[in-house]
């Protein structure tokens, strides 16, 4: 069964930096982070692709986050930085693999004005 962990998050002030990690049981084709607010629904942060894809961004967060992926680990790492309080919210790690998608279970960042 495909697990996937995440670390990180917790809060910082306006302006600070955080660092989210997230690592799969197995390879994935997708891997990225999402972010969910209550009452909105999950909406996504940055995702790559595997095998050079490429890397996409929500467009609030270009220039101040940075998704990094080590292939061997099937892992991402998601640096925030210049964090906002608008960046708060429940992050989830997304997978996915021959069109299925694992999540894992969320972890909290509040960003303090």
């Known amino acids: 069964q495909v697990q996937v962990v995440e670390s990180g998050g917790g809060l910082v002030q306006a302006g600070g930096s955080l660092r989210l990690s997230c690592e799969a049981s197995?390879?994935?084709?997708?891997m990225g982070w999402y972010r969910q607010v209550p009452g909105k629904r999950r909406e996504l942060v940055a995702a790559?692709?595997?095998?050079?894809?490429?890397?996409n961004y929500a467009d609030p967060v270009k220039g101040r986050f940075t998704l990094s992926r080590d292939a061997a680990k099937n892992a991402v790492y998601l640096q925030m930085n210049s964090l906002k309080p608008e960046d708060t919210g429940v992050y989830y790690c997304?997978?996915?693999?021959?069109?299925?998608?694992?999540w894992g279970q969320g972890t909290q960042v509040t960003v303090s004005s």
């Open positions: 197995g390879s994935m084709f997708i």
């Open positions: 997304g997978a996915t693999q021959a069109y299925r998608d694992y």
């Open positions: 790559t692709v595997n095998s050079g894809g490429g890397t």
